[in-house]
């Protein structure tokens, strides 16, 4: 998986291409950990490029997320394609997740 990261308006952005699953979890992890140490508390995982994720992919996604909320932060999630966003919905993952058509909406879901 490739991982890029960008800073925008105080709000770190991950963009995400591949696939993410037990193996690439621990460069999500290792990457998203450089961060929430610095105290950011504000991400966006754009998820365009993202081809597969499974259930070890889903459960970093939750660990990370309630890492952040503990520190009163959030992740928003963007641009999911159609079968990563069904798998959101069957998991019910779209109750926990804020997810957004583009990323400039879910960096807006920071200044509302």
Known sequence: MIIET???RGVVVFSMEGELDALTSFDLSREFRK????????????????????????GTLIALLKRVRSQ????KLANLRPH???LFELTKFNH?????DSRERALEGFSE
Do not use: T
């Not at 926990?96 to 957004?100: D, N, R, V």
């Open 6 to 8: 960008e800073e925008v």
């Open 35 to 58: 961060y929430a140490e610095q105290d950011v508390a504000k991400f966006v995982f754009d998820l365009d490029k993202l081809d597969y994720i499974n259930s070890s992919g889903l």
């Open 72 to 75: 009163k932060g959030d992740i």
């Open 84 to 86: 990563i966003l069904d």
């Open 96 to 100: 926990i997740f804020e997810i957004y």
